[in-house]
């Protein structure tokens, strides 16, 4: 049993450091900016969000993903939205990393921008689709509600003004991460924490052994 536990434990180690690294090859330092103003769309034009209305769309992710997965007729417009949004927000890291949505300095606060302003277009192009999008509708009721409500609101950053597109991969911007701390100690603990596991996973395969030597003997 605790064999499988050591094995379930490497693998889920592994598994996560592989999906650091693969943020990391598919974002590299220069994978920022990649907005429409660097070119031609060649995907989806995804409008830009304000800084105050990152956390009320963030609220609203999951609801709107699953839904957009339970439409009976998708079209290439739902679909390169869904996964523009699904890629985006793997590549920042899946929203962890403190002060990401908040605050401005983060290197993954463009790539913030970037999977909500995608989340909420592809609830905008759902409730313009044919057939019953009341659910669409509702949600979007209630998300354009709490966003009137919220005194944050119009609050700006470097990253209100930029228009997407569905078509580019936009990345954490690494340059930054040196100067920003909650990035820093974040980065910093996961390391502590795979060494950790792989110490203490490296131990217990010593353990066994002197075991198996010692009712071998």
Avoid at 82 to 107: I, K, R, Y
Avoid at 132 to 156: K, L, T, Y
Wanted: glycine share 8%; aromatic share 6%; hydrophobic share 45%.
């Amino acid at each position: 049993m605790t064999g499988h536990s050591d094995c379930r434990t490497v693998r889920g180690w592994r598994s996560l450091l592989i999906a650091v690294l693969s943020i990391l090859v598919i974002t590299p330092a220069g994978a920022h900016h990649q907005g429409s103003s660097d070119g031609p769309i060649r995907g989806v034009a995804i409008p830009a969000i304000s800084h105050g209305e990152m956390p009320v769309i963030a609220k609203y992710r999951s609801q709107i993903l699953e839904l957009a997965a339970r439409q009976p007729v998708t079209d290439s417009t739902l679909r390169r939205l869904t996964g523009f949004v699904s890629l985006q927000f793997f590549t920042c890291f899946w929203g962890l990393v403190p002060g990401s949505l908040s605050d401005e300095q983060s290197p993954f606060n463009e790539c913030s921008h970037a999977y909500l302003a995608g989340v909420r277009e592809l609830l905008v192009h759902m409730t313009a689709m044919s057939g019953d999008q009341s659910a669409a509708r509702e949600i979007e009721a209630r998300m354009n509600a709490e966003i009137a409500g919220d005194s944050n609101r119009n609050v700006v950053c470097s990253n209100s003004g930029q228009i997407f597109d569905s078509a580019d991969v936009i990345g954490p911007d690494w340059q930054l991460a040196p100067m920003h701390v909650p990035t820093v100690l974040t980065f910093s603990a996961f390391v502590v924490l795979v060494a950790a596991g792989r110490v203490a996973a490296g131990r217990r395969r010593l353990f066994r052994k002197a075991e198996l030597s010692t009712a071998v003997s």
